[in-house]
């Protein structure tokens, strides 16, 4: 099942998000999070009025995503970049698949014009996800981050959506 998330969720999502830093290259950095800085971080989510969404199996957060601001211009308030993570037991259950559709959905009916992902391009899974559902290849940062004693490059993949009937500029 995938809802929006609440509050008591967010000892599930630490979890998944810290395992993630500290095991894998799907996000660049080396510390794991504290609850209250999770707790900050879905505050604002909420404010800025961006979904946080989890996926639930057996009463259980297995997965989580989300979308907020792809850059801090005015210009690119069309333009969204989205988050999926999954615990890592359940990845290649199809489970990032459903959040992300959710997200593109979503992303939809706000009329953002272009959902954008940031994916490390070692994680063959994720890219070969994004592409299954429409996602197209946009370029990519060499050496972009380093982590695990290596340089990590860094591959954008976009989506194009319906976006506004009438962009307006401002």
């Known amino acids: ?39 900050l971080w879905f505050h ?10 989890v996926f639930e199996e057996n009463n259980t957060v297995v997965g989580f995503a989300t979308f907020g601001p792809f850059r801090a211009w005015p210009a690119y308030k ?13 990845r290649r259950h199809g489970i990032g698949t459903e959040l ?9 009916e706000r009329k953002f014009m272009t959902l954008v992902a940031g994916i490390d391009a070692f994680n063959e899974n994720s890219l070969k996800m ?16 380093f982590k ?11 989506k194009n959506l319906s976006g506004p009937e009438n962009p307006m500029d401002g």
């Not at 995938?2 to 395992?19: H, V």
């Not at 994004?130 to 981050?145: C, M, N, V």
């Open 1 to 39: 099942m995938i809802r929006q998330a609440a509050e008591n969720d967010l000892s599930k999502i630490l979890d998944i998000y810290n395992d993630a830093i500290l095991n894998t290259t799907a996000v660049y950095t080396y510390n794991v999070q504290t609850l209250e800085e999770r707790m």
């Open 44 to 53: 604002k989510k909420n404010e800025d009025g961006f979904p946080v969404l």
């Open 78 to 90: 069309y333009t969204i970049e989205h988050s999926v993570y999954v615990h890592n037991d359940c």
């Open 100 to 108: 992300i559709k959710e997200i593109i959905k979503i992303a939809d």
């Open 130 to 145: 994004h592409e299954r559902l429409g996602f197209t290849y946009s370029g990519s940062i060499k050496k972009a981050g």
């Open 148 to 158: 695990f004693g290596k340089w990590l490059d860094l591959v954008f993949y976009q």
